[in-house]
Structure formats: structure tokens, C-alpha cells
């Protein structure tokens, strides 16, 4: 498991299949992702599946990260970044157990992200998207210097919004 960085409390490092059966039970609770588009994996080994054929790092170097806290070695979640090529742009995008909500591991984590993403891979700008009703996702994104860029349609049946931040 390569580890990418660290912060006062944090180290954030590559996801790999044994994060199996938390990102699993990360996905199960529907408040964890009620403004994420995402359903629930069925089972642990869909969840392995997903993280056996997650190409980000070898693609583009970068991508989503486990996100543990130092002193307890607890996966919290995952931060990190994320390129779409056919919008050619990278996003910042982050998911935590609900029981740690509220404690600032969210806005740790993505701004040390961004701040790795301009040194580090020379990004020279990172957007966030959010259901306009995550309010606490758009705090986050507000907290680490993102603005508001634009309204979009999210999907269907839900608008979206569009933060931004330049090197």
C-alpha cells in the first residue's frame, strides 16, 4: 500500500483490496451516499472488484485515497482526485463514515489533496461537484478555498453544483 501524503492526523494512501470490506460497509449506510449518484455494492466481493480493476494510479498517477487516522491506523473514508478524460478536468471528491462526520477529517484530507495535486502533479485547477443539497460537502469545498463556478443537472431529478479553484 503506497502512501501519498500525510497530515497532523492523517495519512492518505493508495486503496487496494484488502480496504475491501470497508469501502463495503462504507457504501451501505444510505446517508453516507445520499448525494453521491452511487448505490450500495451487494456484497464484499463487488466492493473487491471495484478496487481490483480501479486503473486511476496507473492511468493518470493519481486518483481516490484511503483516508486512515494515525493514531488508531482506523480507515475513516477515502479523499482524493480524480481526471475525467472526456471533460478534461480533475475533481476532488471525498466519503467518510457517518460517525466521523463533523470532526474536520473531510476538510483535512481535501485540502492537503489539492495542495498536492498544484505542488505535486502540477494541477492548475480542481474542480468539486455537489448535489446543491449536500450543504455540509459544499461547506467543505468553500473551507478549502473552491468557489462557485456553475449549477448543473446533477442527474435526473437532482441539480448540482460546481466549485473551482486555480494554482
Known sequence: MKEILQTKRLILRELDISD????YKLNLNPNVIKYTGNSAFKNIDEAKDFLKKYQDY???GFGRWAVIEKSK???LGWCGLK???NLDETDIGFRFFEEHWNKGFATESAKACIDYGFEN???KTIIGRAMSENIASIKV???IGLKFEREFDFDKS???VIYKINK
Request: charged content about 35%; aromatic content about 14%.
Open 121 to 123: 502533479l502540477n494541477l
Open 141 to 143: 469545498l468553500e473551507k
Open 83 to 85: 481526471y475525467d478524460r
Open 158 to 160: 437532482n441539480k448540482g
Open 58 to 60: 496507473q492511468l493518470n
Open 73 to 75: 491506523k482506523e480507515f
Open 20 to 23: 475491501a470490506k470497508n469501502f
